[in-house]
């Protein structure tokens, strides 16, 4: 299995003694991600850096990562990516990257895919999990317009199995989950690329009157439960970094890595509070493997399954 991991924020970890888990090795193999924190598209000084220095530093990543993916999240450019200049920004932009290093981009605009595929031959495009692809046919659409890999949304298909097998079965591009996410499945913000502040604030109420919801609504992948998606034919794991008091990027790598991890599961999740609710993650083993709603109902709340997990495991803060 393949895990994607964001750029580490202390890249002293690269080619240190504490960074040596990253290698690749048995277990899985590592690429990096980094966000193009720029909304114009003006991609040659992307990283903060400048110039030639570009491909020097993605050469030094690589040593340390299999491949670096750049995520170029415009969902909404105000539609001057269709005017004249707008188009032609887009595209200089992304042909600053050729001889960068760079091993694909990641965008959630299938105009800008469209543009790149065009653009960098030779380098992979990938779907962002903002392009919300929850279904076969929208999967297979992003492939034929020349998709190399998708990244799916884990507020609708974490815990729906049934569509996640029929995903795999109709397209033959590669399919990653995000896996340490803190989003509440159905989360009506997951679509809304200025939810922000009022995202935080609406899932942190939602958890705070309903603790069952870090479970029934959970998006999370435990460290030991990467089996069951690999099963199901996805082929790696997309790795959000962890609140600022919790897991450093090798600890994180390492227990997904390893397929175990002891410990509370939110020092892995960006959200430190997550509802005041103690994950042990060594007593959630077992929770996927029977879960009643792994068929895409998530309007459910009467079986108890859940709300019996809490009690046996979820310890209120």
Known sequence: MKFLLP??????????????????GEGGVYAVWAPL???ELRLGPFLKIRGARAGEHISRLKMTFAEFHL???CSCLGNREFTGSGYRKIRNGLEYLRGSGVDSVIVSSPYILEIAVRALPGIKAGVAREAFVDSPRRALYWQKMGADFIVLPETVMSRDFRTLAAVRSNVSCSLFMPANSACLGACPFSTNPDGGAACDFSCR????????YAFTRGC???????????SLGIDGL????AHKNGASLPEIAAAYRGNTYNGDLRRLLPDENYGGIKLENKLLDGFLKDLPCADGDMACGG????????RKTGEIC
């Open 205 to 212: 109420e939602l958890l705070r009157g309903h603790p069952e």
């Open 220 to 230: 999370w992948i435990r460290p030991g439960d990467s089996g069951i998606y690999a």
């Open 303 to 310: 079986c108890g399954y859940c709300a019996s997990w809490l």
């Open 71 to 73: 995520l170029i999240d």
């Open 7 to 24: 750029l580490p924020s202390d890249e002293s970890v690269i080619g240190s003694a504490s960074g040596r888990v990253l290698q690749p």
């Open 37 to 39: 924190e720029n909304e």
């Open 238 to 241: 997309w790795i959000f970094p």
